[in-house]
């Protein structure tokens, strides 16, 4: 089992170019999210989906689109990508909502 | 929302002496406590975690205890050894919640 797998592992852009960050679990897990890893700020919820067609908000989700493609895949979307998105990106899922999430080993984004 | 405090930021302790890391939460609808470690490059791990109805949860030389009245949790580490190493972070939801608010992280520094 790989667990939570995320693609690319290292991005840089430049101000105003566009990405996708994929994430894929092969946990049968309902729940999937992202977040996004400052120093000194902790992880913060950028969106989630509680399950298959559904996605919602979090805490920080300006600048971003999520897609969940089908149970196992949840991508996150930069469509003009700007520094203050400078972060690590972490995916994660869980079986459903109150329970331990799963963490990827994260994408090291830098925007320029 | 929910606010979680956590405390102290850093902190070091000589390898085979304890370490406890201490957390607020601000919301008493809050029902779930995980703790995460994570190591260098990675994405955080569950080491442990507490559900409200409970008072203290151990498993081998880590322990969870919680004081619904006073909304704080701590984190107990004994025998600390070097692998102990890490960032450490705690966090809190509510039942039925997709959104885990997360502590901004202890940097756990054991010394051999």
């Known amino acids: 089992n790989a667990g939570v797998t995320q693609t690319p592992k290292f991005q840089v852009l430049k101000t105003g170019q566009s990405m996708t960050l994929q994430c894929a679990q092969d946990?049968?897990?309902?729940?999937m999210y992202w977040y996004r890893q400052d120093p000194g700020m902790g992880l913060r919820l950028i969106y989630y989906?509680?399950?298959?067609?559904?996605?919602d908000k979090g805490e920080v989700p300006n600048g971003y689109n999520v897609s969940r493609l089908n149970k196992r895949e949840f991508s996150l979307r930069l469509e003009s990508a700007a520094p203050s998105q400078t972060s690590v990106y972490f995916c994660?899922?869980?079986?459903?909502?109150?329970?331990?999430?799963?963490f990827g080993n994260g994408t090291r984004l830098t925007v320029t | 929302g929910e606010n979680v405090e956590q405390h102290p930021s850093t902190l070091s302790v000589q390898e085979g002496d304890s370490a406890v890391i201490k957390c607020t939460y601000s919301?008493?609808?809050?029902?779930?406590f995980p703790w995460y470690k994570q190591e260098l490059g990675k994405g955080p791990q569950l080491i442990i975690d507490?559900?409200?109805?409970?008072g203290e949860k151990k498993d081998q030389r880590i322990a969870v205890t919680l004081n619904k009245t006073a909304k704080h949790f701590s984190l107990h580490i004994t025998e600390t050894q070097p692998e102990d190493s890490a960032v450490y972070f705690c966090a809190a939801s509510k039942a039925g919640s997709y959104q885990l608010t997360f502590g901004k992280g202890t940097k756990l520094s054991v010394i051999p």
């Open positions: 946990m049968n897990h309902n729940s």
């Open positions: 989906s509680a399950s298959e067609g559904t996605t």
């Open positions: 507490i559900r409200s109805n409970v």
């Open positions: 919301d008493s609808a809050s029902n779930y």
């Open positions: 994660a899922s869980s079986e459903d909502g109150n329970s331990p999430l799963h």
